[in-house]
């Protein structure tokens, strides 16, 4: 038997490193669902075990409660008992083999089924890293929509109905206590306090106010003038043959970065294969180091992420041809489909899609130049939280099942447009699914981009 169990455990260390990397669970929901099922899996056997166990106890019990009357009779009158022989034979055969069955059944392991699962199970289990990002991702919500402990741990948040969430918080109360006393405690040494101020100082940039104000939908609003020229219509892809007969609705956003809307522009269909065509692939998300322009996991940047290629199926290169009509810009020197899944807490803290000067490599192995523009597609609604929100300039966008928003991040110069500098707030509450295209500059230089043409 603990052959067996060594040889199990020796084998499954072989194997399962090679088939199943570890992930940070905390980054998507995808993942976590899984774990969900393990652990109904986990209690099934452990319910297994606690009834194996009984019903040893219950036999030992009987063992007990037989030995128990048998000695008291015995004791009484020794002599008598041991006169009838059947008695004495009885006696050398518990003393000879019973004692030494029940002792085996007291030794008994019932636990190896448990046991077993468990060393399987532990594979996918989460590590401390991933403890610890999703104590951190607690903290930055707190931070980001101003929830003290007390609102976080009854639970009163901003959608009331999300009951899965709330059953989960205290839990979170507890971490969160714990969070605080670990940081509390690593104060000690003075060294360490100074690099936290430095940590703070670097951190606590103006745009973070401005960020989360507008991740709580606390944005500026704009004047009244301004909001008058914001319209919505139907839009035909500048007379795209594809759209003469059945344009689509588009909404401004904002007028400075032009920032639009389409609505009902990807279908529940379409969203279900992309989904499940990038669930298998999602993985940390990664972003461009400007120091190595090499590509790395980041803080500020937490979600999962695959690319699908037009090649591989039919609906994903269907939805890169309504880019094109829609963006009258040329989608064969544009990037994969980038499909993003973010769990609670994930977020992508402000940043440019474009390449700054500065950083003038960071798309050079493309060879199809910076990135002109960005489509993003939402393809869940988000319960609370989730917003991309552009600090620069006060606009906050909310997520929206089966809409896309378009911006163009150059200008018609090939420069930078600043304004653009966007962010993915926290999700609070839910799964936010987004999917975008980056569009690059080459092949647009004999195009008339249409989607913003009647912009000025
Ligand atoms: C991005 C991005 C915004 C969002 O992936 O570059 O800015 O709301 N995403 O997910
Ligand atoms: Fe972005």
């Given at each position: 038997m603990a052959f067996n169990k060594i040889w199990y455990t020796v084998a499954l260390g072989l194997l399962l490193p090679f088939s199943y990397a570890h992930t940070d669970?905390?980054?998507?929901?995808g993942h976590m669902t899984d774990l969900i099922n393990t652990e109904k899996d986990l209690v099934v056997s452990l319910k297994d075990y606690i009834k194996a166990e009984e019903s040893k106890l219950e036999q030992i019990k009987k063992w007990a409660e037989k030995l128990d009357q048998l000695t008291d009779t015995a004791t009484k009158d020794p002599e008598g008992f041991l006169g009838h022989p059947v008695n004495a034979f009885k006696l050398m055969k518990r003393l000879n083999t019973e004692w030494g069955e029940l002792e085996s059944l007291v030794l008994k392991d019932m636990s190896d089924g448990f046991i077993s699962n468990m060393t399987i199970q532990r594979q996918f289990f989460p590590n401390d890293e991933d403890q610890t990002g999703a104590a951190k991702a607690l903290l930055r919500l707190q931070d980001t929509y101003n929830l003290d402990t007390d609102t976080l741990s009854r639970g009163n948040?901003?959608?009331?109905?999300h009951q899965r969430a709330n059953g989960n918080m205290k839990y979170f109360e507890y971490i969160m206590a714990k969070e605080k006393e670990a940081n509390k405690s690593s104060t000690d040494s003075e060294d360490q306090m100074e690099k936290e101020t430095e940590v703070k100082k670097k951190d606590y940039l103006p745009e973070r106010r401005k960020y989360e104000m507008l991740c709580r939908g606390e944005g500026l609003k704009m004047t009244p003038r301004r909001q008058k020229r914001l319209f919505c219509r139907y839009y035909d892809g500048n007379r795209n043959p594809r759209y003469i007969l059945g344009p689509v609705k588009q909404e401004d956003e904002?007028?400075?970065p032009r920032i639009v809307r389409f609505l009902d522009i990807i279908s529940d269909e379409e969203i279900e294969t992309v989904k499940e065509l990038a669930k298998p692939r999602l993985s940390r998300a990664t972003v461009h180091d400007?120091?190595?322009g090499k590509l790395t996991t980041a803080h500020y940047r937490v979600s999962k992420s695959a690319w699908l290629s037009g090649y591989e199926s039919p609906v994903v290169s269907r939805i890169n041809t309504r880019i094109q009509d829609l963006t009258?810009?040329?989608?064969?020197t544009a990037e994969e489909l980038q499909v993003a899944n973010y769990g609670v807490g994930g977020q992508y803290e402000p940043h440019f899609d474009f390449a700054r000067k500065d950083e003038p490599d960071a798309f050079k192995e493309l060879g199809?130049?910076?990135?002109?523009a960005t489509w993003l597609f939402y393809m869940s609604d988000v319960s609370a939280g989730g917003a991309t929100v552009f600090p620069e300039v006060g606009a906050s966008v909310w997520p929206k099942k089966g809409t896309a928003v378009f911006w163009y991040?150059?200008?018609?110069?090939?420069?930078?447009?600043?304004?653009?500098?966007h962010a993915a707030c926290p999700v609070l509450v839910g799964n936010k699914w987004v999917s975008n295209k980056w569009l690059h500059e080459r092949g647009q230089e004999f195009r008339r981009p249409c989607a913003l043409s009647e912009l000025e």
């Open positions: 669970f905390f980054t998507s929901i948040l901003p959608d009331p109905e904002w007028d400075k400007p120091e190595t009258g810009l040329d989608v064969s199809t130049g910076n990135r002109i991040n150059l200008f018609p110069s090939g420069e930078g447009d600043y304004s653009t500098r």
